[in-house]
């Protein structure tokens, strides 16, 4: 039995004990779970604190540490949704989603035209996506392979369970990406963050970071309608907001791609205002400051 089986472990014995029980003892197990991870104040919660501060300058000290439990708690929720979430009917995701504009992802995939949509980490996008499945539209999206193993295979299952085509990030997986726009499918692509070199420069809150090219090469090369999303929660369940995108005509195809991922940072920054909470970054995102580019 090897070491990544072991440290997945607890993931499976928590995924099954967190689905058997009541949904309210569940929903307070996680808000519980959430408190203790912020009073501890490692890594991850100094990091999205900081995170924070750039979204919510104006904020004083009060008013940053309500934020923090806020958006711990989504956090939290998240996770908890993530765990039931397989034993939802149809009609209970349906019923939990409220939407703006929606018509710009329905209306070009009723026409066979497909479409890109590019998102951020922000409520839960598994929700949303488990929507569009509902509705019969072939969704595709990517993940980067992590590790363990088994746990990554779990949430493989978990996504492909719920009707989604799901690619591990490598170099074949843009070609498949490109055939699938060809047909028609719906392709959602979480698109908030890229610190590699093949990342794109942007400007985000006014400071700058980098984010990945691959929503923006789709709708360039292929011609299918680009356009964004922003979920964020509710008190019953998630709304998501979307926006179209201005695929620019002019310019080399390196101008053009960098002007598009520029005006995906600022309406996902529009959304995260918004609902910083809800906005589940506990990762550098910025390049700034102490950032060093890994050379591997």
């Excluded at 963050?193 to 006014?206: A, I, N, P």
Aim: charged share 20%.
């Amino acid at each position: 039995m090897n070491k990544d089986f072991l440290s997945s472990i607890p993931y499976f014995v928590g995924w099954r004990l967190v689905r058997a029980l009541p949904e309210k003892t569940a929903y307070s197990l996680f808000e519980s779970i959430g408190k203790m991870v912020l009073s501890r104040n490692g890594a991850p919660m100094k990091r999205l604190r900081s995170n924070l501060q750039r979204v919510a300058p104006g904020n004083g000290s009060d008013a940053m540490d309500q934020l923090m439990h806020a958006a711990v708690s989504s956090n939290m929720r998240y996770w908890c949704d993530t765990f039931r979430s397989p034993d939802w009917s149809r009609s209970r995701i349906s019923t939990m989603v409220t939407t703006m504009r929606e018509d710009l992802l329905t209306a070009p995939m009723k026409d066979g035209r497909g479409v890109v949509v590019a998102l951020p980490h922000a409520g839960n996008w598994d929700h949303a996506g488990f929507y569009f499945c509902g509705m019969g539209f072939p969704l595709v999206s990517v993940v980067e392979r992590v590790k363990p193993e088994a746990l990554f295979n779990k949430f493989l299952e978990y996504r492909q369970n719920m009707g989604m085509e799901i690619l591990a990030l490598d170099g074949r997986s843009m070609g498949t990406l490109m055939q699938r726009a060809r047909e028609g499918a719906l392709i959602a692509l979480v698109s908030d963050r890229d610190l590699s070199r093949s990342g794109v420069d942007v400007t985000f809150f006014g400071h700058p970071a980098r984010m990945p090219a691959g929503a923006a090469l789709l709708a360039i090369r292929t011609g299918i309608p680009l356009i964004t999303a922003f979920v964020s929660y509710t008190n019953t369940g998630i709304h998501i907001e979307f926006n179209s995108v201005v695929i620019p005509l002019q310019g080399t195809e390196e101008q053009r791609v960098s002007t598009v991922v520029q005006e995906c940072a600022d309406q996902f920054a529009k959304g995260i205002a918004k609902h910083p909470q809800d906005w589940h970054m506990l990762q550098r995102i910025w390049i700034d400051g102490d950032f060093q580019e890994r050379t591997l």
